[in-house]
Nanobody
Framework: QVQLVESGGGLVQPGGSLRLSCAAS????????MGWYRQHPGKERELVAQ???????NYADSVKGRFTISRDNAQNTVYLQMNSLKPEDTAVYYC???????????????WGQGTQVTVSS
């Protein structure tokens, strides 16, 4: 079993900041990547930001320069610092983990329960 516990969502005014955290625990032997996706109402889930085991990062064009993803490897925790938030950033944000268990050769995707981010005045 793998658990992802998210925190940090909430309501913020346009131009404000929020920091999301996601801690992974359980049967994790090797992590390929951790990241954040978001889902707007009526739309498909989309990648926001991702960090690989090697430290490479990838961002959606819409958040480049405003969001920063970081990772604490020792704690299996990923963070998303969101600055200069806009109303269009309003969505449910999901933590994502791609990892494998010991004695397994395949990597699997795991998802958090989602945390609501609302940007509104």
């Amino acid at each position: 079993q793998v658990q992802l516990v998210e925190s940090g969502g909430g309501l913020v005014q346009p131009g404000g900041s929020l920091r999301l955290s996601c801690a992974a625990s359980g049967s994790i032997f090797s992590i390929n990547a951790m990241g954040w996706y978001r889902q707007h109402p009526g739309k498909e889930r989309e990648l926001v930001a991702q960090v690989t085991s090697g430290g490479s990062t990838n961002y959606a064009d819409s958040v480049k320069g405003r969001f920063t993803i970081s990772r604490d490897n020792a704690q299996n925790t990923v963070y998303l610092q969101m600055n200069s938030l806009k109303p269009e950033d309003t969505a449910v944000y999901y933590c994502h983990l791609n990892s494998r268990r010991i004695l397994s050769t395949s990597y699997r995707d795991y998802w958090g329960q989602g945390t609501q981010v609302t940007v509104s005045s």
